[in-house]
């Protein structure tokens, strides 16, 4: 930590930062993830200085960073830095985005932890912004036409198919066999009255 300090103070005019210092960040933030008051200080530094954005490229810093400022309940402040980082685990960045959200309606209703259900509704309300998904978030929906393949084969054939079926319905669809069985699963308990 002294050294990482020490090599900050030394650098902080050289733009952009010198890559040892980007590393040795990204390893104090590894290593210190569960000494609170070190991780704080350490934070504290990296965000206080000129080169923030720099930093902002390390998922290991990234990641501390958040932990840190939900831990003292600024989740717009985490939002914020999340929608500006540039690390490139978009995935990961997104985790931390649905993790903040979750920590803000735990505290918000006085919970230790939230139901899958509850999960899904936050993630619902509180999409990942543009930043972190350029292509969008994944659709859990399969296109219409392979919905309409599906629905017309349920009305005209069968809402039941065996597995033969199902794999033939699958291949021609470019889906999994499960998916396909999952589906007609799905269309049956929908029509149950």
Not at 34 to 52: F, I, Y
Not at 179 to 187: E, I, K, L, R, S
Request: a positive charge; charged letters at 30%; one cysteine or more.
């Amino acid at each position: 930590m002294k050294r990482f300090m020490a090599m900050l103070n030394k650098n902080k005019n050289k733009d952009p930062p010198p890559s040892k210092l980007l590393d040795l960040a990204g390893e104090l933030c590894r290593d210190l993830q569960s000494s609170s008051p070190s991780l704080e200080k350490l934070v504290g530094a990296m965000m206080g200085c000129k080169h923030k954005m720099y930093f902002l490229t390390n998922i290991h810093i990234v990641r501390a960073c958040v932990f840190v400022h939900i831990r003292n309940g600024q989740h717009d402040t985490a939002c914020s830095l999340l929608e500006h980082c540039k690390a490139d685990e978009k995935e990961e960045l997104v985790q931390l985005w649905h993790e903040v959200h979750y920590r803000r309606v735990m505290e918000r209703h006085h919970k230790d932890f939230l139901t899958p259900v509850q999960k899904f509704r936050c993630r619902k309300r509180n999409p990942p912004p543009i930043s972190l998904c350029p292509e969008g978030l994944k659709s859990r929906n399969f296109p219409e036409e392979v919905r309409q393949h599906l629905h017309r084969f349920a009305v005209q054939v069968t809402a039941n198919p065996d597995k033969k079926q199902r794999e033939g319905l699958a291949q021609d669809m470019n889906l999994q066999p499960v998916q396909v069985y999952n589906w007609f699963a799905n269309y049956r308990r929908r029509r149950k009255p």
